[in-house]
């Protein structure tokens, strides 16, 4: 369970990137975070990657206590969260399967199963095909997928995306989707900010609208924005 309370998250002391945050996030829910450019989405999620650390308040996944978490224990913490960020960092002279094994070794996860547990991370994400190619030779929506199955590849009990469909077209951003929700399926946790109102609206799930660093919704089954658009049709 994922737990904020009264966060407060300030990076220049002169504005709240995120303002008395409170919520909590069972596991196995699916949470879009919505909200204008500049609301605080990617901030509530490095929060809780820690790539972030919070100015105010108490944060804690599961039994892990963010705001006490030292430098010796976070490559732990974060091998249990599946992070899709947003900029599609891969090592550009590596082949896809060698992206997700440089994972596990740099977690030493996997040992003589390591290929077998990549492969697996690529099967979830239709890509065994191109484990032999350079991430040059990948269209977008495969280097995102490549990204998905490196984020997924420890199995992880979270997976937070920020706008992890920002770049795709609609045929590549229905099949990540279908990624995440699949996953969610399973009883992962995923948390993904987007500014996809379709998706939102098409596939219900809880919505946590964030405005100016606070929480100004949070709808299950909810909408991208009120009203609903209505040329919202999507099938999925
Ligand atoms: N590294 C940083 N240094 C200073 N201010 C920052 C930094 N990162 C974000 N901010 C500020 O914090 C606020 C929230 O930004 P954040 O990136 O969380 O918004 P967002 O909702 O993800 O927006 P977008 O939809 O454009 O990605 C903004 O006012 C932004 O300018
Ligand atoms: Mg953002």
Not at 42 to 66: C, D, H, S, Y
Not at 75 to 85: A, D, E, K, N, T
Not at 140 to 148: A, D, H, S
Not at 213 to 231: L, W
């Amino acid at each position: 369970m994922i737990k904020f309370t009264d966060v407060y998250k300030t990076y220049n002391q002169k504005r709240w990137a995120l303002k008395k945050v409170n919520c909590e996030i069972e596991q196995g829910e699916f949470v879009y975070l919505v909200g204008k450019s500049g609301a605080g989405k990617t901030t509530f999620l490095k929060l809780l990657t820690l790539e972030e650390p919070l100015t105010r308040g108490a944060l804690q996944i599961g039994n892990a206590n963010l705001t006490t978490m030292t430098e010796k224990q976070l490559p732990m913490f974060r091998r249990q969260l599946g992070i899709v960020s947003q900029n599609l960092a891969l090592l550009e002279n590596m082949t896809v399967l060698e992206n997700i094994l440089y994972v596990l070794r740099a977690t030493d996860f996997g040992g003589r199963y390591a290929k077998k547990r990549a492969l697996e991370a690529l099967a979830e994400v239709d890509l065994v095909d191109v484990q032999k190619k350079k991430p040059e030779e990948l269209s977008i929506g495969q280097r995102q997928k490549v990204l998905i199955a490196r984020a997924i590849v420890n199995q992880p009990k979270i997976i937070l995306a920020d706008e992890p469909t920002g770049n795709l077209d609609d045929k590549s951003a229905i099949e990540t989707m279908r990624i995440f929700f699949r996953l969610n399926q399973k009883g992962t946790t995923v948390i993904m900010s987007t500014h996809h109102s379709t998706i939102v609206n098409t596939v219900r799930h809880r919505v946590l609208e964030i405005n100016e660093g606070q929480i100004v919704r949070d709808q299950s089954e909810g909408s991208y924005g009120q009203p609903t658009d209505g040329r919202d049709i999507f099938y999925i």
